[in-house]
């Protein structure tokens, strides 16, 4: 128990001293999983909605492996991410790996699934004749999927909510991909991992909370953002 | 209607429209006009393609063949279809409202038009006022009744001022009460803006109170065309007859024929109608459930112009508002609507004899091939 109550100490006292690791740690985290979402925002969303809205052949095998991806394990993203930035893998050359770009690649590939399936329930669960009347008042076909995307704004808050939920707490990708390098790649949930392998359970303890602590906050200000377009 | 006619140009016009869902054809029509100003009903049983006949006209969906004109121009590509769309208004069963405020849907389409801010503006205002909803303009279109949302859907299309409004049955899922208040307000509306107006309406009542020419659908084809009065009292065939509920339809071959009067065997009854058809036809009678007289035995002996009198004894008494429907077992199944009050004056109920009553004129005669 005392552990626990060192932790939570540790946690405020490192806070309030505004410790530069921990912060650097911390914004690390926001920023690589909030990039890695903002990108499976601009292609998950097109994605859902085209899937969501529209019929062609091979849709379903499509949607199904978007399914498979809601699912996929992070170290195996973080194995294949690797195979390819590999100093001789096909995408050597860029010589990314072991850096942020890398784990926003990676988060971007468990995340974007995930966006895209939200995505495609909620333009599904629409009423297919009010695309009908959207058009008679006379949209164009990107007007129309706008407004379609409008109408399903609390389901689509909710994609968001799920895909920067599944990164920022993920862990193995990230590690994999980039190497929980001090002061450069180290982010909340490798160095959670690292301090608890060194024993230094009263430092994991605080960045859990502190992991906690910014999930809270972003999942917050969109749920407040959620409900008042509900109220809107 | 007089256009129809007169053979002026229609504003829309469809030639050699076919759909086909999987295999299936659920509409055939080689041709389809609708004319300035006129109020077109479109009426048909469930299934009969009255919707999908709609949705080709607006151009909302694509026929698997044939090519929609408006006022004689083709409408091919996509951008056509997109200034047809912006040139009309389409009313669903469903109020199909956008989840934002009454004032976001009326004035969305307006936006989506390009039309300008102060017009927008002014039109929301005028038509929220015109469908009694101006209170209203403020809440969020999902707590509205269905009554108060049906009425924002209707506004929001007059707001767009359209130069074709195409209704789907747009009365159809609300309540008695609230039906009737919208359909004469609507009624009032459609009569002061005069546009030009298709409605698809399964309603008889409705497509008699509103229309100017009705089209007859029934498995995806136009079975007849023609004011309503046409349509309702002289249905080209006995599905027609049987759909329209225009009265009792009863076979029969004409027995004996002088002079345009027809005797008309119908087991071994015989009633009289006007028709030329020559003895040995084989006919279908529709005897109109309102042009059905019904006596008392004892009063029937006076003097009437009616040719046809038919004895008979009260099987079933159906009140349908302020009419009850009587159908009476004279040898064959005969149903007269009368008023409530009359029922009560004569004392009926089931098994009351009676004499039903129905003029040779009021009889329309269909030939069987």
Redesign the interface.
């Known amino acids: 128990m005392g552990m626990i109550f060192d932790g939570i100490k540790q946690a405020f006292l490192l806070l309030i001293h505004g410790d530069p690791q921990v912060l650097k740690i911390a914004w690390l985290s926001l920023l690589v999983s909030g990039s890695a979402t903002v990108c499976s925002l601009c292609v998950g969303i097109p994605l859902g909605a085209v899937l969501g809205l529209s019929r062609f052949p091979g849709r379903r095998f499509v949607a199904s492996l978007i399914n498979t991806g809601m699912g996929l394990p992070p170290v195996v993203v973080g194995l294949v991410v690797s195979i390819f930035l590999w100093r001789n893998g096909p995408l050597g050359i860029l010589h990314i790996m072991y850096t942020p770009a890398a784990m926003v690649i990676a988060q971007f590939i468990i995340a974007m699934p995930i966006v895209a399936g939200f995505t495609m329930a909620a333009t599904q669960q629409l009423?297919p004749?009010?695309r009908?009347?959207?058009?008679?008042?006379?949209?164009?076909?990107v007007?129309l999927v706008w407004?379609l995307l409008?109408?399903a704004r609390l389901p689509l808050l909710a994609a968001i909510m799920a895909g920067f939920g599944a990164i920022i707490s993920e862990v193995g990708a990230s590690m994999m991909v980039g190497g929980n390098i001090m002061g450069q790649t180290r982010v909340l949930t490798t160095a959670i991992v690292g301090e608890n392998s060194k024993g230094e359970f009263a430092y994991a303890i605080a960045l859990s909370i502190i992991l906690m602590a910014l999930v809270f906050l972003v999942n917050f200000i969109l749920t407040m953002v959620q409900q008042r377009a509900k109220a809107? | 209607m007089s256009q129809a006619q007169t053979g002026a140009e229609p504003i829309v016009e469809a030639k050699d429209l076919t759909v086909a869902y999987g295999g299936q054809k659920v509409l055939d029509v080689p041709a389809f006009q609708v004319y300035d100003n006129e109020v077109l009903g479109i009426i048909g049983p469930n299934g009969s393609g009255k919707t999908t006949l709609l949705?080709c006209l607006?151009r909302?969906i694509k026929p698997q063949t044939g090519v929609v004109f408006y006022r004689g121009v083709p409408v091919l590509d996509?951008k056509s279809v997109?200034r047809l769309?912006?040139k009309?208004?389409?009313v669903?069963q469903?109020s199909?409202l956008?989840?934002?405020s009454v004032w976001d849907n009326l004035t969305?389409?307006l936006r989506?038009?390009h039309v300008g801010a102060g017009e927008i503006k002014a039109r929301a205002e005028k038509w929220l006022e015109r469908f009694g909803i101006a209170a209203l303009a403020r809440r969020?279109a999902r707590t509205l009744s269905s009554g108060e949302a049906k009425r924002t859907s209707l506004a929001?299309a007059f707001a767009?001022q359209p130069e074709v409004l195409?209704l789907d049955e747009p009365f159809t899922a609300l309540d008695g009460p609230t039906r009737q208040a919208l359909l004469e307000d609507f009624k009032g509306v459609l009569g002061e803006t005069k546009v030009t107006t298709v409605i698809v309406t399964h309603d008889r009542n409705e497509a008699l109170a509103l229309t100017d020419r009705v089209a007859v659908i029934m498995n995806g084809h136009i079975a007849q065309i023609g004011t309503p009065a046409e349509v309702f009292s002289s249905p080209a065939n006995e599905e027609i007859a049987s759909f329209v509920e225009a009265g009792n339809i009863i076979h029969g071959v004409v027995g004996a024929q002088s002079g345009g009067l027809a005797s008309i065997k119908v087991g071994e009854h015989h009633i009289e109608a006007v028709s030329e058809l020559p003895v040995g036809s084989k006919v279908i009678l529709l005897l109109p459930y309102d042009d059905i007289t019904i006596f008392m035995p004892s009063s029937a002996t006076m003097t009437t112009s009616a040719r046809n009198r038919f004895p008979g004894e009260v099987v079933r008494m159906f009140p349908i508002g302020s009419q009850v429907r009587v159908t009476i077992n004279c040898g064959f199944p005969l149903t007269a609507l009368i008023t409530r009050k009359s029922a009560e004056e004569l004392g009926l109920k089931e098994g009351t004899r009676v004499v039903a009553m129905v003029k040779a004129v009021s009889i329309h005669v269909i030939g069987r091939h």
């Open positions: 009423d004749k009010l009908l009347q959207i058009l008679s008042l006379g949209a164009s076909r007007q407004i409008k109408e809107r | 949705l607006t909302l996509s997109l769309h912006r009309l208004a389409v669903f469903e199909l956008l989840n934002s969305a389409g989506l038009r969020q929001r767009l195409y």
